[in-house]
């Protein structure tokens, strides 16, 4: 047991968010010799959850925030030594296996959040300053695992680049069903993974997948626009919503089908793809309205779900929670700016902004991303209310 460990020992201290999480953080192994420890692992970790939250993008700008909130990370621990500098802190970070590090916020969130996720959204993201062409080191692609009703990362893995996404799906979703996270859930992902293997991989761990068809199965896709051309009113069910915002109107028509026994026709191709557990398309038309102009969108998916309109549509504009979630690593976490390229840092710290956004927009004040998180570094009593110890 660590200082840190000892200190929540000594106090009594209400059962609260943070000493979960450092209790969490208490299972990464130290490498360091104990009697050499200045720094206790947990405490940096807590530093480096509580710092980027209260808008803190860099490790000058991380050490610079403790020593002046030194106050407040004592509340939680004793950081009888203070705080770290900025070299000290980059050093550390490059040394935490990352795939531990991201185990111990992911059993935080699942303590905190344990009730299962109506849906899922599964997409990529590349940190594109990580790259070293010097080294040969291609940039970092993390590939999450997003609950778009909680506004939550879920999970999330370190591929090497974009074309192996393919292969790393399955991995995520085998960790997913692990936590007990999958099963029951909508699972939603981009035209990319609509595999076979991956939609099969979805249905054995007791979930469904909604998949979308485009570009990547170019003759199901065409087949299936023209059965929507062609079908009779009484096989379809239909749904429309109208959203104003940012300058624009869109109108969602979403049009669902159980009519999918043509699909296991006796009619075949050369690589006709074979998922076996289609039980609904759905054909979404998007009209978007700007002052000047008016586009259209159209997107077709197979799915694996009963005919339910209103969790097939939810789950079909539900996908672009992932996306917009990437969307703010980038303009509010400078995620894309950033340049860590040695160790682990790059990974390690892609999992603190992940979950740092997830208790951003868990907390239901009013403000964008950027204003919460200047509000949590000017006042620390929203901070504590960002970590739910209040």
Known sequence: MDKTADFLADEDLPKARVALLLKHFSRLDDDRQPWRVVYPLSEVLLLLTCATIASCDDFDEIAAWGKCHL????????????????????????????????????????????????????????????HDKRKGLKALHTLSAYATNAHLTLAQLSVPEKTNEITAIPVLLDHLAEKEQLEGALVTIDAMGCQVEIAAKIVEHKADFLLPLKGNQPTLEAEVETYFETAPAEELVRKTTVEKGHGRIETRIFTASKVVDWIESDKSYPGQPRFKDIRTILHVLNRTEYADRCTFDTR???????????????????????????????????????????????????????????????????????????????????????????
């Open 71 to 130: 106050d407040l990370l004592r509340k939680f621990a004793p950081y009888y030594n203070g705080i770290p500098c900025e070299r000290w802190l980059r050093a550390l970070v490059n040394r935490i296996n990352p795939e531990t590090f991201a185990s111990c916020f992911e059993d935080w969130i699942h303590a905190l959040w344990p009730g299962r996720h109506i849906l899922i959204a599964i997409d990529g993201k590349t940190s594109r300053r990580t």
């Open 300 to 390: 077709i998916y197979i799915s694996s779900a009963p005919l339910d309109i209103e969790r097939l549509a939810a789950g079909s504009r539900g996908h672009w929670g992932v996306e917009s979630m990437h969307w703010v690593l980038d303009v509010e976490f400078k995620d894309d700016l950033s340049r860590y390229r040695a160790g682990h840092g790059a990974k390690n710290m892609a999992v603190v902004r992940r979950f740092a956004l997830g208790l951003l927009r868990a907390n239901k004040s009013k403000g964008s991303i950027k204003t919460r998180r200047k509000s949590a570094s000017w006042n620390t009593q929203f901070l504590l209310e960002i970590l739910q110890m209040k």
